[in-house]
């Protein structure tokens, strides 16, 4: 059977996208960095501006993802009947995280109403449990 | 997309593959798709038991050191960041492979194929550095020496999860250094060049991507959100 093989465009145009493509990754990955220390750096930091980062990481993940599957694993460039056999079943994942994440918070505040001393333990602060070291473990038992 | 508009009546009348890719490269492609539910499945689980659980321990508590670091100096998200970006390298130095190879230019798939393996080899180092501190640290499958962010008693469910997905996702970049390694030991035989084409380093390479696309997704559940 006859296919392509890819080699459309010239050697030099196929190069300069590929730099291309990798100075976008770096650069979104550069922006999460920035997002993920500002969140660190600021512990204080109000619920709504920390879900907000956090959002916007997932989007610049998100955007990694689709170049490096359209550009670097060359889907863009195939066939539209050939890139849906791929992208369709990946939708379900839309609902997938919807559905468990929901059904993780319900069953968290299913458990924080009904079982009191669940809500009870969760809240007790604890000191760093020094006897599982695995170093210690290892000097006990002398190998 | 002109191609396709006159290609689109006899797209499926026979005589010719309907998706113009080569045998190989479709069931590549749907093994990674099938890996990616593999994948998937594992990240949905611990976000579903992050999601119920009351707190959980902060990333940039646990993953804050560095090789060679002195005590007590703290540098989140630091050390992963290079491996990223190892991992980012490795796999423009893999496209160019590729490319190199649909130009039947030996001596750059070798040189680009040799680059990959490189930083493949120096992400599992890294990675085994992670391990070796954390297991050090009290870490394991099992066992949890960090406490969760609001200072409350940790589960196991944290280091449970980071050792099975970041263990399979290293386990794959493992494979594909090996597979990286017999295409390169295939390009100097001149197999490829024997055969008229290099399609062969086109399938490895779309191994090697999903590597690192795997790696994004792992890189922003665990260390940044």
């Known amino acids: 059977m006859e296919y392509s093989t890819n080699s459309h465009g010239d050697y030099s145009a196929i190069k300069k996208e590929i730099w291309k493509v990798t100075l976008i990754l770096s650069l979104l990955t550069i922006i999460e960095l920035v997002f993920g220390f500002w969140i660190y750096a600021q512990p204080t930091m109000g619920e709504g501006l920390k879900w907000t980062l956090k959002g916007l990481i997932i989007i610049l993940m998100l955007s990694k993802a689709f170049y490096i599957v359209a550009y670097f694993m060359h889907l863009k460039h195939e066939l539209r009947t050939f890139i849906m056999t791929i992208i369709l079943p990946l939708i379900s994942f839309v609902w ?43 000097q006990e038992h002398g190998h | 997309m002109s191609t396709v508009a006159t290609a689109q009546p ?75 970006f190892i991992l980012i390298v490795s796999s423009v130095t893999m496209v160019l492979a590729v490319q190199a190879g649909h130009h039947n230019d030996k001596k750059a798939v070798v040189k680009n194929l040799i680059l990959t393996i490189i930083g493949g080899a120096l992400f599992l180092g890294c990675q085994a550095w992670e391990w070796t501190h954390l297991y050090h640290e009290g870490a394991w499958w099992g066992k949890n020496p960090f406490l969760n962010a609001d200072g409350t008693a940790p589960t196991v469910n944290f280091t449970n999860f980071f050792f099975t997905i970041t263990g399979f996702h290293g386990f794959h970049v493992f494979t594909g250094v090996i597979i990286n390694i017999i295409m390169l030991i295939m390009t100097l035989n001149n197999t490829f060049e024997k055969r008229g084409h290099y399609l062969m380093i086109e399938k490895a390479g779309l191994y090697w991507h999903f590597v690192d696309l795997v790696w994004v997704f792992v890189f922003t559940c665990f260390y940044l959100i």
Do not use: C
Request: charged share 20%.
């Open chain 1, 96 to 138: 997938i995280i919807f559905a468990f994440l929901y059904d993780g918070n319900s069953f968290k505040d299913l458990r924080n109403g009904f079982d009191r001393h669940h809500k009870a333990q969760s809240k007790v602060k604890a000191v760093k449990p020094a006897a599982t070291h695995n170093n210690t473990k290892k």
């Open chain 2, 10 to 84: 006899k797209l499926w009348a026979g005589g010719k593959s309907p998706f113009n890719v080569e045998y190989g490269k479709v069931m590549m492609w749907y093994f990674l798709m099938s890996d990616t539910f593999t994948f998937a499945a594992f990240l949905i689980a611990y976000g579903t038991v992050r999601f119920s659980a009351n707190s959980w321990p902060d990333p940039n508590e646990v993953f804050n050191t560095f090789p060679f670091a002195p005590e007590g100096v703290h540098t989140p998200l630091v050390f992963v960041s290079i491996m990223t």
